[in-house]
């Protein structure tokens, strides 16, 4: 995923353990968060979704996709043209649909 299409990121652990060597401390969400993010990377239902899901919110992230087949979710500001991902639509649990 191209940094410049998703802008400043924040991702779970469990997506950082994926690739290491690409994010910074401050893109982990267990840490304090410079600068609001564009893009915010988690797993569903793993121990990441509910803080990825309320960084989003005080982000005003409120466009949410999946990766078919996958539990990683992405929250952004807008769709994301990431034709590669094949992404769909997702609602976050207790959303309005």
């Known amino acids: 995923m191209s940094q410049a299409t998703l ?7 469990a997506v950082v353990a994926l690739a290491p060597g690409r994010f910074q401390r401050s893109q982990i969400l267990w840490y304090p968060q410079p600068q609001a993010p ?17 960084l989003a919110s005080r982000s005003g992230l409120r466009v949410f996709s999946q990766i078919p087949g996958t539990r990683l979710r992405i929250a952004s500001h807008a769709a ?3 034709p590669a991902l094949s992404l769909v639509p997702w609602a976050p649990p207790g959303a309005s649909p």
């Open 80 to 82: 994301l043209r990431l």
């Open 7 to 13: 802008g400043r990121v924040a991702a779970d652990g």
């Open 38 to 54: 564009d893009t915010v990377i988690f797993f569903a239902h793993g121990q990441g979704t509910a803080p990825a899901l309320a």
